[in-house]
DNA sequence: CATGAATGAGACTTCATTCAT
DNA sequence: TATGAATGAAGTCTCATTCAT
């Protein structure tokens, strides 16, 4: 079993399916890319399934490590903004796995580490903004409602930066996402009402 | 041509395409469910493709509708809420559209319609924030980014209500919605600078 | 569902897997016999263990009609020598199904309807002897071995003949096989005693 | 060439092939059994079908050895038994190889071996019943025939032992099966008329 | 002598699409 | 307009065999 073997078919079948989706994918296209006869693909992997699965795994492990515990004495919104640049950095490193990654199909199945790994996030934040609430640095809110607002933005951030070639400075990016999420539900300063006399929007 | 029997077939092919995605979803299944013989099937649709993107043609036009342009003589925000209210009621009613909408598979041919629908809707939001910012109630900001924030946090929202069967007060989500957005963007109010002397996130 | 189709292929598989057996037949073979597409296939068997399955099933209905139960008031051994004709018939008229039913694979799963049927015939054979034993028409002996021994020789038989062209006398053929089990083949008297002075077997 | 090697990878060639038959037995199924690494396999037997072949050749060496030819000078129903009770214990001892051979796939070539010995038995049986008739110590009948039934009698008693655990006394069932062809399994008299005054079987 | 990674022909099966009725 | 039997390209996976080390 070389290990050199087994990662070129990784890294293949990570640019297939981040081109083509699970299913438009195939294991032509895989083999081929990695140089490597039909048979030698089923001697590292039992099917197409499997390979897709263990590459979601790679990325819900890497994307982990990424994401720290926030340390309660030390400035937290710091810390938040570079767990969120950490994860666009990955994003950017591995485009083809964030690009899997994102593809929601509706197979259950397969997309259950995935699937898993989100609603662990979600849980983790919905628990980080009620422990503010708590401490009195976040003004109450829905807070299940809320995480999911936080975490369809972040996703929807590294979806856009996905097809850009440009160099992007993720700390920055990082730093403005949480600045929204920041001035939206701190517990101080004004609510949104409307100033009919400046008028619009 | 039986407009019924086109009729029951997109109402089939909505439930099938919903529930299984593009690829794991079959003529069978939708033939099956229409009570329609495989023949019949190719009498009003060219290919399975066909019918899929003229779904898709039926949702963007259904949620066109639904989004109505700002009038800036009345309360805008309370306008935006009620256009998130009413995307959110629509994704409800038709749950099975909204989540193949949801559904990103990574075939730029097949999901032309929905993409180019969201950028659309992005730069909507992003236009409506310059603007905003040029009459002075919207503090300077990366509006590109924050336009596909916006997007991000409705668009998760939505895959959030899918699967829940309870009755959903949309109004109140969206005015949540807004009220997150608002705060978060709006010119007066304080930044999210730490109490260091407070501790915590 | 055409049953011309269906039959077809029946006729067809019959001939391959009596030819190949079961491994060495390909659904290519039976295709190109039946004339008839590869999906066709597939439109009227699951697999081509099923149709195998099928074929095994009738061959085993048609031997138990030919096979009847000895009725006691007429003359039993006619009644065996015709149920041994009546299968000798059979399986001249059917040579490929046969041939398919001697084949023992060791594969149980495949082949449990017919291994079920010998163990059946075998069981019929023995309580048949012990009824004749308890009559008193046959001698008290090994029925479960002696069962065994007629069963053997049958089948021999029958794979004796299957490549035979010539016509046959499955009456004739019938008749000698219960004359050798009534009365076995040695020409002095009742024992098998060898006459040391007549010499040699 | 080691000769240890070679025979291990026989000796588990016979267990796999007796196990799963031909077809379902694969080299990686050997060569794990027989320790040894794939190379291995084809530096001692070109292919799959060499070692197999190698196989029924020794089965068929085996077996001629045990089956004596017929001293006239002694009593030949001792010898016949004798030689039953041999083969008999031969397929005890090495269940496995018998299994192989009563194997009948329908590959001609495959079983080509085993083919040819059935045929010699046969004829071999034949020549001793047309000179038993000769002289005189058998009745006339089909010989032909009668060597088939007598084969068949005793590959089916072989089949039936193979599977059971006890010990079985070999001669005595040699014994029963020289009987029964003897003196067939009728009571009363000789020839096997029907007594219409007793009634039944 | 031995190893085991690599090969690739070819098997089975699926399913969107066609077409004669 | 409707039917549904038939099609066949194309995909996944298996496994006997080879060959460089």
């Given amino acids: 079993m070389s290990v050199q073997t087994r990662g ?9 399916f981040s081109e083509k989706g699970y299913h438009e994918a195939q294991i032509s296209h895989i083999i081929n890319r990695a140089g490597v006869a039909r048979g030698t693909f089923y001697l590292y992997f039992r099917s197409k399934e499997e390979i897709f699965k263990e590459l979601l795994k790679e990325v819900v492990e890497e994307l982990k490590k990424r994401i720290k515990v926030i340390n309660l004495s030390e400035d937290p919104l710091e810390q938040i903004t570079e767990n969120i640049a950490r994860v666009l950095d990955f994003t950017l490193e591995e485009r083809e ?3 899997i990654v994102l593809q929601r199909n509706s197979d259950p199945n397969l997309f259950f580490v995935i699937d ?5 996030i979600l849980e983790m934040i919905k628990g980080s903004l009620n422990k503010g609430i708590l401490i ?7 807070t299940e409602l809320m995480a999911r607002v936080i975490l369809g933005a972040v996703k929807e951030t590294v979806s856009g930066f996905l097809d850009k070639e440009e160099d992007i400075d993720t700390y920055k990016i990082a730093k403005e996402l949480v600045d929204f999420g920041v001035r939206g539900i701190w517990k101080t300063g004004r609510g949104g009402c409307y100033d009919r006399d ?3 929007l």
């Avoid at 078919?9 to 990570?14: I, M, Q, V, Y």
């Avoid at 898993?116 to 662990?120: A, I, L, R, T």
């Avoid at 009195?136 to 829905?142: E, Q, S, T």
């Fill in 136 to 142: 009195g640095v976040i003004r109450p809110c829905n």
């Fill in 198 to 200: 400046n008028g619009a």
């Fill in 97 to 99: 796995l964030a690009r």
């Fill in 116 to 120: 898993k790994f989100f609603e662990d």
């Fill in 8 to 16: 070129r078919l990784l890294e293949a079948a990570k640019r297939v």
